[in-house]
């Protein structure tokens, strides 16, 4: 795996696309289904060629999560960038927890390959899969002393579906963390890179920007 500042940005914006979704669903229910597809469809890339290939092959696939990641990162003005920084860094450090618990990591990998089925049956966005994985981030990540406390109305958060997609795209946000980590991805450089970071991802993002017109 590529540990370039380019393959380090993708597999951020992995995590802050992610992070921005559970963001959308816990104070309104809703999402674009595109990129909740693409945070899903990446627990699934077990063995890509590329770090974009993670997250579907095209730009335009991460591109929310790209420019999430180069407006949170250079502003944090609003309440919800807040939540979305403070998601991202819950993930970050959780997935540095899981690094260390093997056993966890392979029970983790056992339950996503046998929901490949699932996925290659209804797709990645359907509500059984959704289920599915919510239930193996319960059973595994959600043990650890530290959890995510999701912020929200609690009115939409309360709905079955809607939690389940929460605990899905916290799975499908530490899959990337883990992803920048073998980057080569460090907190530290959220402080002392995060310049070069945002001015890549702005490149990238303009770039999806292109495709689709």
Request: charged share 20%; net charge positive; aromatic share 6%.
């Amino acid at each position: 795996m590529s540990r370039s500042l380019h393959d380090q940005t993708l597999a951020l914006a992995g995590v802050f696309q992610a992070a921005n979704l559970v963001q959308q669903i816990a104070h309104s229910g809703q999402c674009h289904e595109s990129s909740l597809e693409t945070c899903i469809r990446s627990l699934f890339a077990t063995n890509p060629d590329s770090t974009l290939d993670v997250y579907g092959g095209e730009l335009t696939d991460i591109r929310e999560g790209l420019v999430t990641l180069s407006s949170v990162l250079s502003q944090q003005s609003k309440q919800q960038d807040i939540e979305v920084l403070r998601y991202v860094l819950n993930l970050v450090h959780l997935e540095s927890r899981l690094n260390r618990r093997p056993d966890m990591l392979d029970v983790i990998g056992s339950r996503i390959d046998q929901a490949r089925h699932t996925a290659s049956h209804f797709g990645y966005t359907h509500g059984n899969l959704i289920s599915n994985l919510a239930s193996v981030y319960t059973d595994t990540i959600s043990t650890f002393r530290q959890r995510i406390q999701v912020s929200g109305n609690p009115a939409v958060l309360q709905q079955d579906e809607n939690a389940a997609r929460v605990r899905a795209l916290l799975l499908a946000g530490i899959r990337s963390a883990v992803l920048w980590r073998q980057t080569g991805g460090r907190r530290w450089q959220l402080i002392f890179s995060r310049r070069k970071v945002i001015q890549h991802a702005r490149e990238l993002a303009d770039k999806a920007n292109q495709s689709i017109c």
